[in-house]
């Protein structure tokens, strides 16, 4: 256990479906992320939330949406999916908004396919 | 962009022996951290390198960052089964953003 949980670990949805993937914090950190790992490419950022405002914005399509309600849960609202967002979706952690010194605490995932 | 490149992508060794997975930059880098992800797992951070020619060590890992701040290194020695996992490392170049290599994975053959 990492201190940083994610669920659903796996998750199949139609192009037309709507889901959503939560992240919950247990460590007292200040600033949440969610990345997309794909096979053969880095580690993508997506959003960053500091103290539940986003500060960062990857370019990401408006089909992925978060929301972070509190320091301590962030949502990744999904809806019309395309099958090359089928993904490892990380969420993750750090004491503070640069993640320096004690780096980022990840989740362990959700897997995401997109049929 | 701004990328960090690392290689070597995969690398298969024998148990026992030595390791190592390089990180480099086209331009100066802030600090780097390096990751292990197991397979079917998440990335763990190991240690962050701040300073110029900085050389950290974690009982059989090495981690060294490179007098320009260009590139950095991650050394096994006499690997074991368990040093099994793909390491990443992520750069920061100006700003907070850190960028992430796109690993090496490392298969120890027993």
């Known amino acids: 256990e990492t201190g940083v949980t994610q669920t659903p670990r796996h998750l199949v949805m139609g192009m037309t479906n709507k889901k959503s993937l939560k992240c919950e914090q247990h460590?007292?950190?200040?600033?949440m992320y969610w990345y997309k790992q794909s096979a053969k490419k880095p580690l993508e950022l997506m959003f960053v939330y500091s103290l539940e405002e986003r500060v960062e914005n990857n370019s990401v399509p408006s089909r992925f949406s978060p929301e972070c309600p509190n320091s301590s849960h962030l949502f990744l609202h999904l809806h019309t999916l395309q099958p090359e967002d089928s993904a490892l979706y990380l969420c993750?952690?750090?004491?503070?908004?640069?993640?320096?010194?004690?780096?980022?605490?990840f989740g362990s995932g959700t897997r995401l396919t997109v049929v | 962009g701004q990328q960090v490149m690392q290689i070597p992508q995969y690398q298969h060794v024998q148990e026992g022996e030595d390791f190592t997975t390089y990180c480099n930059s086209s331009?100066?880098?802030?600090?780097i951290q390096w990751y292990k992800q197991r397979p079917g797992g998440h990335p763990v951070f190991l240690i962050q390198?701040?300073?110029?020619?900085e050389v950290k060590k974690q009982k059989r890992l090495t981690f060294q960052f490179g007098e320009a701040k260009k590139n950095s290194s991650l050394h096994i020695t006499a690997t074991q089964t368990t040093d099994v996992g793909t390491y990443f490392c992520a750069g920061v170049f100006s700003g907070n953003q850190f960028y992430f290599g796109t690993g090496t994975s490392l298969t120890v053959i027993p």
């Open positions: 993750a952690s750090s004491q503070d908004d640069t993640g320096w010194f004690y780096g980022y605490t």
């Open positions: 390198l701040v300073k110029s020619g």
């Open positions: 460590l007292g950190h200040n600033a």
């Open positions: 331009t100066t880098l802030s600090n």
